[in-house]
DNA sequence: TTGAAAGCGATACCAC
DNA sequence: GTGGTATCGCTTTCAA
């Protein structure tokens, strides 16, 4: 190599290249962007040239001038499970194709978290920035305020949003498979959760039960209400509470299929028949709703239309257009299986 | 406001903070980072200036003359499978206590978009580069070997990895669930699995599962080996496929518990018992795997273990100290259930 | 303990 | 069409 720069050798610059090309760095700038200004026979040579070095631009280089990453963050709860996943798979695919990269963060519904991570991606320079949730922090809100970065909060529905809200009347939803239990002449019905703090969809569908209950003329009994993590578990122990408890339970509305599932599970362990004893209704619609046995009536959480929806929004506001609209409501449905 | 700045006057910068505090920036950036050098008393007053400006630092300045990111680049070949998921999150969770950012790419078990995913992620200057599996177009392994980024690939084994390699043998694994099901007695075992073109795990079961039936004197038929894509899908329409064609087999070895779970909802669909008439084993030991009835036998894949083992290594290589081992076996193991 | 100067690599703006 | 110049916001290096 006879390069003659100082320090990492390695790294290849516009500026090596312009040298061999024999033309200005901007030349290159421009050449390598596809800038039509360029002859075509210029732009070709440089692209060449900055083959044969092996050249990567520096995003950070073009950031600091452009003002744009072509990143966007997501922040969503927590990402092994697979409703979320789903989700950030869409939102990926779809401003993927437009050069955005996502930048992916979990709260672990944890809203100081989530503070954190808006501060650490405003930091980074995201073009945008998506939220679960319209309950946030006021230092959350007030940073994003200021920094004039295009919000979409995702999930639940603001009626007042930060940017832009795409998703699901959770407390229609909750209403909905209330009442759904109710019609099947149910009046003991459990809700099983998760934890609601920090968490406006889960706070949603808990007002919603009760609210149903109320309307229904039912007595809304606490112990009936259980929360505890989106897992599993959670499914399972609240079981094991009623039936140790000598409380009778006619019907479970879990807030999630995750813990339907392990509601599901430990009723067949203890051999508690449903729907006869037991009706249960999940919320989610996961794959395993339809899987297990029996087949799980659940809420159909539109997790992929979200994505979709977000992603457009997205591409929308950073192209400067205005999204579609401030809020959009997806809509969900009730999917009757055997469980009720 | 009285800033005398041009330009978009909503950006503080280090440049605000130290014209409020009387200090030069370089003092600033100094107290900002917690450096030890700066007098505590003015460090706490840059920082309750800062805090008061709402300063955020802009990561694309400090990377250009620091050249470290804090992103750490993943590429796994799907998201929305919890599998990939769970190895995600267990990443994100080591690595993010150092304060490092996840970057995740989407290969859609394509080789040419993983190419592409590690040039954008190399232009945005990531720390480190984690890959699934260790087979990559020459132009990865190139442009992968000039950056001299640390590197891990995980999931599959390599001799002779880029960086580190951190995961399973899975010509091993495959070799063990064969024998396993030929141990059952079988003899007709079919094999059905996601398409191994480009991906060096689904190749390396198939080769276990050929050369178990070899070594036992059982004839490999092309026609019992079906792969398709990592879906659901494709174990219900493969065992759709053996049974209109007549075609007698007595187990399924199916290279995914997704492609296991359409396996047994077609066999139960059509009143064909397992493990009776035919014995099925998956392979990851996914969630469902337990729920499905009948329970499914399967490798235990410990994807939550490779990510944990994959943060460690990171940490080590990215604070300039050794890696445990370039070469880091996690192990499989078979669990038995209901369905072999 | 603090500061001045010199970039990092690329782009915007304005000449030519 | 092409190039010079001045940043972008921060950190490194060397002095004081």
Known sequence: MTTSRRAKPETVTIRDIAARADVSPITVSRALRGSEVVRPETREHIARIARELGYIPNFAAGMLTSKVSSMIAVIVPNMANSIFATTLQEIGEGVGEDGYQLLIGCSDYSLEREEELVRTFLSRQTDAIVLTGHLHTPATEKMLRQSRVPVVEMWSLSGAPLGVSIGVNNYDAA????????????????YIGGDPSGNDRAQARIQGYRDTLEKAGLDFDPALLRTGSFEFDTGAEAVSFFV????????????????????????????????????????????????????????????????QRVAEALLAMLSGRAPPQKTCDIGYSLIVRETT
């Open 244 to 307: 140790e408890e000598g409380l009778d339970v006619d019907a479970i509305f879990a807030a999630s299929d995750i813990i339907a599932l392990g509601v599901i599970l430990e009723l067949n362990r203890r051999r508690i028949a449903m729907p006869e004893k037991i009706a249960v209704c999940g919320f989610d619609d996961a794959r395993i709703a339809q899987m297990v046995q029996p087949a799980l009536t659940t809420i159909k959480f539109p997790r992929r239309e979200i994505g």
């Open 175 to 190: 209403v909905t498979a209330t009442e759904h239990l109710i019609s099947r002449g149910r009046r003991r019905i459990a």
